[in-house]
């Protein structure tokens, strides 16, 4: 293994790594240069590239701004952000000297990718108590793979999280998720989850149900599952101060809340109110937290989403006192342009503020520890608690749990989707963008709010944006209270049909995305890459993605755009999508293209000598049958697939009844087909389309 480290200071153990790597000599690192004991240097070439930082606004190539890892809950995912809500503390240097950076440590991080200076790169830790992983190999692929190592294993969704989930913040009651799911089964449109925003608990408290607007609860979570559809409930970190609420009464007995300065539990506040804050850095209130879960999984639940875990906080009583006090002090004043600012600032900074995270604290092994220091640890933990709790209620079954805030090292135990995007253009150009970045930090259960979470998309965005999220694994439509309904049977008439050929493909794809997916998790690969990882050329560029092995995209993301350049690095077979029942084939050479993409068409181009794999839609990822698969072959000599499939629900991930291998050899003026495949294999027919470098179409069939 090629991958070196150095200590700087003590660190507490973030447990992000997995592997015992023995600490080097400082003096021997190699590439970056030591200053001030807690700035790494590196002088970057002109055409030096620079992938990671994961969850991040701006492009694939992360250089020429400034990032800053503190999680951070920032609904504003403009340009000029430096921080969103996780930690993603790994890099790939590409160009003179290729090598991969990890900084493991707990608290803040300042990535300056050539932004103070264009041709530098310097990487601060204020805390100054950090271990530095340099990462070698052979390529970009073969260092992503030695960094996933080093982390440990992604986290495994269950097969049905592969479905299409839909959410919205203002689903208030049981009749509101009927009529959703209503819409969904009246317009014949798949869907597997509905997710429970924070309006489904009585007073925004953790681990309670509003009996009044969802009654019988257990019997819903049952029906609903009977129609094919899971509903997945949020979890928020603040835990509300409420006489004889038991998750307040058990954590102040017990001393599982942070606390503060003088060792009384903090008080923040958020949704419900005034809160405390579970101290999921402390092992034994990690453990009790997640046993609460129980509560939920024990009427059914088998999916969660985790909120507000950067901690977020609305405001404290120091912060809520300054604000009011500057507005007391202003009153019948005539204020001034500074004055004026000074009142209005005073407002919007009251939350998520420094000072407050400064003043609580975590007891980790019995030592306690100021908040800040540790910040990126929290989202983590609280992933964490939940999944060694699920480990505990059923060892062997999947369940689904994503998160808002990460540090790499989460990507063990769960998902994460991106936060609050809004319904822009340019926010589905960044989702597309950040998705190979998350997949290099080990986050390969992913994806954005699709179609956007603020403001009020248009039909168009809702139709470009569902035809990107075919492709991620998490694919899940959510938006905010106010916004426009986005919910694919909310459209007019043509919109919706669009959109459920859309999610009809989505289902369709899923057993070649999953195959990828799983194979992706099992041998430390990226699901989603930019295409440098696979082509060396120097017209790449940033908004094509490799999707598994098989498969290149060019997603649409410019309103009113009837097509877009491409470039390809190699011949290809573009599939133009419009619904995975229809098909017809082209074969473009290497080099600049534009096609025509229209509004209802996703352009997918299967690679040379790969295979793409697909089955028929179904209503949900449980009736799916995939007995009989398409196999859509690119041939220019041989084409090869290692089909991977399992049952979804347990962790048996080696059953190789649900596997196959297929090679296609050109031979002559015909093909030969080699299968290997168990017996019992689930899958009996393949149908072949197999089309060579002329555009020459022949087809198949093999049973197994
Ligand atoms: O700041 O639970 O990112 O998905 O709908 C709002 C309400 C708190 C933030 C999440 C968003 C969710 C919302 N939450």
């Not at 070196?4 to 992000?16: L, P, R």
């Not at 000074?342 to 995270?357: A, Q, V």
């Not at 939940?386 to 369940?399: C, G, L, P, T, V």
């Not at 938006?479 to 919910?487: C, H, M, P, W, Y």
């Amino acid at each position: 293994m090629r991958i070196k480290k150095f200590c700087f200071g003590t660190v507490i153990n973030t447990e992000a790594v997995v592997l015992n790597v023995e600490e080097s000599n400082k003096g021997e690192m190699p590439y970056l240069k030591i200053e001030n004991e807690n700035e790494l240097t590196y002088e970057l070439e002109k055409n030096d590239v620079i992938y990671g930082l994961g969850e991040n606004v701006r492009g694939i190539n992360k250089r020429g701004w400034i990032y800053e890892s503190f999680c951070s809950d920032e609904f504003d995912h403009s340009e000029d952000r430096k921080s969103l809500y996780a930690a993603h503390n790994f890099l790939i240097i590409q160009g003179r000297e290729t090598f991969g950076v990890f900084i493991d440590c707990t608290g803040k991080v300042i990535f300056d990718l050539g932004y103070t200076k264009k041709d530098s790169m310097s990487i601060k830790i204020p805390e100054n108590n950090f271990n530095v992983y340099i990462i070698n190999g052979n390529s970009l692929k073969e260092i992503a793979k030695n960094f996933r190592k080093l982390i440990g294993k992604s986290y495994i969704a269950p097969k049905w999280a592969f479905g299409y989930q839909q959410s919205r913040w203002g689903y208030k009651s049981k009749e509101d998720i009927l009529n959703v799911v209503k819409g969904f089964k009246n317009n014949d449109i798949p869907i597997d989850g509905v997710c429970l925003d924070i309006d489904y608990m009585e007073r925004f408290k953790d681990f309670t149900i509003n009996k009044e607007t969802y009654d019988d609860f257990e019997n819903f979570v049952k029906d609903l599952k009977s129609q094919g559809v899971r509903l997945i409930p949020i979890i928020d970190a603040g835990v509300k101060i409420e006489k004889g609420y038991e998750v307040y009464e058990e954590g102040v007995e017990k001393g599982y809340f942070c606390v503060n300065e003088n060792n009384e539990p903090f008080i923040a506040a958020v949704w419900p109110g005034k809160v405390h804050f579970p101290d999921f850095l402390n092992k034994d209130a990690r453990a009790w937290f997640g046993r609460k879960y129980k509560y939920l999984t024990g009427k059914g639940i088998e999916g969660f989403w985790n909120d507000m875990n950067e901690p977020a906080i609305f405001y404290t009583e120091k912060s809520l006192k300054k604000a009011l006090d500057k507005a007391y002090d202003s009153k019948d004043k005539n204020l001034d342009v500074y004055s004026f600012f000074d009142l209005k600032d005073s407002f919007l900074e009251i939350g998520n503020r420094l000072e407050d995270y400064e003043s609580f604290y975590h007891s980790i092994d019995g030592k306690f520890i100021r908040h800040d220091k540790v910040h990126n640890l929290y989202g983590y933990n609280m992933t964490r608690s939940a999944a060694e709790a699920f480990q505990e209620i059923d060892s062997n079954k999947r369940f689904l749990i994503f998160s808002r805030a990460s540090t790499i090292g989460a990507h063990r135990y769960g998902g994460i989707w991106t936060g609050d995007n809004k319904s822009w253009w340019s926010h589905l150009e960044m989702n597309i963008k950040m998705m190979p970045n998350l997949n290099l930090c080990g986050f390969l259960y992913s994806g954005a709010d699709t179609v956007g979470f603020g403001c009020d998309c248009t039909e168009d965005l809702a139709i470009r944006w569902n035809e990107f999220s075919i492709f991620t694994p998490l694919y899940r439509n959510h938006s905010t209270k106010g916004t426009r309904n986005q919910e694919p049977y909310n459209f007019s008439q043509n919109t919706i049909e669009t959109l459920r050929t859309i999610i009809e493909n989505r289902y369709a794809f899923i057993p070649y995305i999953y195959s990828e997916y799983m194979k992706a998790c099992k041998d430390d690969e990226c699901y989603f890459k930019p295409m440098t990882f696979e082509y060396e050329d120097e017209n790449l560029v940033e908004d094509q993605l490799l999707v598994g092995d098989s498969l290149m995209i060019a997603p649409v993301y410019k309103q009113n755009a009837s097509g877009r350049y491409v470039y390809l690095p190699e011949e290809m077979l573009l599939w133009n999508m419009a619904s995975y029942k229809d098909r017809s084939f082209k074969v473009l050479p290497k080099g600049h293209h534009y096609i025509d993409v229209e509004l209802e068409a996703t352009p997918i181009f299967i690679r040379k000598n790969k295979i793409l794999v697909i089955g028929k839609h179904s209503n949900c990822v449980d009736n799916l049958n995939n007995e009989e698969l398409d196999l859509i072959a690119f041939v220019d000599n041989k084409a090869c697939y290692n089909y991977y499939d399992d049952d979804g629900i347990t962790k048996k991930y080696d059953n190789q009844d649900f596997q196959f291998k297929i090679s296609i050899q050109k031979k002559d003026n015909n093909y030969e087909i080699g299968v290997d495949a168990l017996e019992n294999c689930p899958v009996r027919k393949l149908n072949l389309t197999i089309i060579d470098n002329h555009g020459n179409e022949v087809k198949k069939k093999y049973s197994i």
